[in-house]
């Protein structure tokens, strides 16, 4: 069965860099996409960008570029997404999910919760 | 980008009845069109896509309608579970946004 297992939750100090993880098991991981959605404390979803895991080729949301990275291990299979320069506004829980092949979300990971705090 | 504009942002309703929640699109979306259930503490759960078709395993009180801009997701006898947000997603192009989400609550 799909399943999509994240890093456990952090606290960083603003400034501070995040790298999140997500371990990608029951499918073959480069037949498919992941994207990075966050959700801030009792608030929507927010897009932040996908990969391909068959060539790591990653497009961002527009205010975050320039502060996210995405990258892929296909050999462990694992997702990664590392933000830096962080603020309050980007306390939220971070969610890595398949992209199928009609581009949707059909399976999630559990969810990380980055908590950004002096 | 495209805008997603959901309502009601939030409903109260009673065990067995019928709820409608709905999705506007800020531009035409060819049918590219998710609903996704979640509850606290939880991932989201995708329920239906291509704005009709019911995901595996999902139960078939849950419907989807729309075309164009307008889209309507139905769920015919509320059930206890069922007690959750819901969120639409267009993917018709990237970014792919969300709706602001709809609170289903016990009356």
């Known amino acids: 069965q799909v399943q999509l297992e994240q890093s456990g939750a952090e606290v960083k100090k603003p400034g501070a860099s995040v790298k999140v993880s997500c371990k990608a098991s029951?499918?073959?991981?480069?037949?498919?996409?992941l994207d990075w959605v966050r959700q801030a404390p009792g608030q929507g979803l927010e897009w932040m960008g996908r990969?391909?895991?068959?060539?790591?080729?990653?497009n961002y949301a527009q205010k975050l570029q320039g502060r996210v990275t995405m990258t892929i291990d296909t050999s462990t299979p694992t997702a990664y997404m590392e933000l830096r320069s962080l603020s309050s506004d980007d306390t939220a829980v971070y969610f890595c999910a398949r992209v199928n092949m009609l581009r949707v979300n059909d399976y999630w990971g559990q969810g990380t919760l980055i908590t950004v705090s002096s | 980008d495209i805008q997603m504009t959901q309502s009601p942002s939030s409903l109260s309703a009673s065990v067995g009845d019928r709820v409608t929640i709905t999705c506007r699109a800020s531009?035409?979306?060819?049918?590219?069109l998710a609903w996704y259930q979640q509850k606290p503490g939880k991932a989201p759960n995708l329920l239906l896509f291509a704005a009709s078709r019911l995901e595996s395993g999902v139960p078939s009180r849950f419907s989807g309608s729309g075309s164009g801009t307008d889209y309507t997701l139905t769920i015919s006898s509320l059930q206890p579970e069922d007690f959750a947000t819901y969120f639409c997603?267009?993917?018709?192009?990237?970014?792919?946004?969300f709706g602001g989400g709809t609170k289903v609550e016990i009356k």
């Open positions: 531009q035409g979306i060819s049918n590219s």
């Open positions: 997603q267009h993917y018709s192009s990237t970014p792919p946004t």
């Open positions: 029951g499918y073959t991981f480069t037949s498919y996409g």
């Open positions: 990969i391909s895991g068959y060539n790591a080729n990653a």
